[in-house]
């Protein structure tokens, strides 16, 4: 049987911070528990291509936020053992590189850089937040994000993880 895959979105905003939210329910099969943190993440259906995961990921977990997204995968993680997930970088900018595509709530205009309120339907996830890079690998992360956020923070580009780490430890906040 062939493992699930996924997507999973590391977006930068103007000042250089990560999109972070926090998981609400726990599924231990893909390695995440209730109260974790993590860059947005999102299972891909059966031959769904990565463009059309990341687009249903912002609509399902970010609600109203346009982001231009690098045309190729960052990395490669096998986050579980049956599950692979491509990292890709998002960016907040009014203008963007060639080789990209801009990703956006279904019919949601370009530009809008403010969080989904509190009241956003977004599915399974709240907390939205922007976190310096270098302090978003000192949250609870959910299994993966830790490796994500240091490739990225390092520039490791073309990473494959044949393994991630379980959760990290609690912040102290």
Request: aromatic share 8%; proline share 7%; glycine share 10%.
């Amino acid at each position: 049987m062939a493992g699930d895959t996924g997507v999973a979105l590391i977006v930068v905003d103007p000042e250089g911070r990560v999109f972070m939210l926090q998981e609400e329910e726990t599924n231990l099969a893909h390695g995440k528990m209730a109260g974790q943190w993590s860059m947005p993440m999102e299972t891909s259906r059966e031959g769904e291509p990565d463009a059309e995961a990341l687009q249903r990921l912002v609509a399902e977990e970010i609600a109203n936020m346009a982001v231009w997204v690098e045309a190729e995968p960052f990395g490669s993680y096998q986050v579980m053992p049956d599950i692979e997930v491509r990292l890709y970088l998002g960016f907040l900018r009014s203008s963007f590189l060639p080789q990209g595509l801009w990703v956006r709530p279904y019919g949601g205009p370009l530009g809008n850089f403010i969080l989904p309120p509190r009241s956003a339907e977004t599915d399974g996830v709240s907390g939205h937040c922007w976190v310096p890079l270098g302090d978003a690998t000192e949250l609870w992360l959910r299994r993966g994000a830790w490796e994500m956020l240091r490739d990225c923070r390092e520039g490791n580009r073309g990473v494959v993880r044949k393994r991630c780490r379980a959760a990290t430890p609690l912040a102290k906040v």
